[in-house]
């Protein structure tokens, strides 16, 4: 069994319908629904459904909602190594208004970790790093994130990396994200994130300029599946479809999955299989709780 450290964002999730007929100072009844998210916090809760040892590096608020993401983390089997800020904990509002989304996003506590709060120890025992692309955005997170790297480089593990969106690459600038990055790392992208890190359009050129920088990875594409590599080597894996469901965290999802798979077998084909699954199981569970 791979035992696999996360360091990122805890965020508890809240989904709502946006109706545009609402006006200033009226009340709708419709389903509102809170569940426990975040990039990192997706992965480590999916990488351990899938049978890895996952201990989890963030920080949350001392308020209710920190206590019930950390339950959420130790109900999904991940080992919490959380700080405790003296503020509010991550929370993301997701508005609804079939097709588009809009999404409010308080980091809060998430940008409280100290880099000295990390216990060197943790990484002992460990295989792997995952750490979420939010993070290396994050002037009050960075430090912790380099120590994070520096700890598993001395120990000589594998670091993967959940891109954050096209929109927040673009603005942070694409070769400073870049040069945050682990040489030899491992990359998940989806399609937008990779278009913008090679300046590429389509997958097979996307991942074709990815693969010599980060040796591991996949590239997502929605409904139009995923496409790994290690090294030279190509996996295609079709997506098993589901129709006007929100797609937040399938690609974590994804990402939680191949890692522990890949680490445990070695097999790219399995690890596609894997984090297809993963990702297909996490959308089907978000559309229920849409219903």
Sequence with gaps: MS????LGDLNL???????????????VRDLVHASPGGSAGTFARIAAARGASVAFLGCVGTDLVGDLLVRSLEAAGVEPIVQRADCPSGVILALHEDPERTMICSRGANDGILADGIDASVFDAADHLHVSGYAFLSESQ????????????????SV?????????????????FLALLPIRGWLFPNRAEGAI???????????????????????????????AW?????????????EGVDTTGAGDAFAGAFVAAYLDTGDIEH???SGGRAAHDHLRASSCADA
């Design 271 to 273: 690890a596609s299989l």
């Design 197 to 227: 890190l090679t300046g590429a359009d389509e997958p097979v050129s996307i991942v074709d300029r990815l693969a010599p920088r980060f040796e591991v990875g996949a590239l997502t594409m929605g409904a139009g599946g995923s496409l």
């Design 142 to 157: 960075r430090p912790a994130v380099e120590r994070a790297l520096a700890l598993a480089g001395e120990r000589g593990l």
């Design 230 to 242: 290690v090294g030279e080597e190509r996996h295609a894996q079709p997506a098993n479809r589901l």
């Design 160 to 176: 993967s990396v959940d891109p954050p969106p096209a929109n927040l690459i673009r603005g942070f600038g694409v070769e400073a």
């Design 13 to 27: 999730d809240v989904h709502a319908r946006a109706p545009s007929d609402l006006a200033a100072g009226e009340e």
């Design 3 to 6: 035992r696999i450290v996360v």
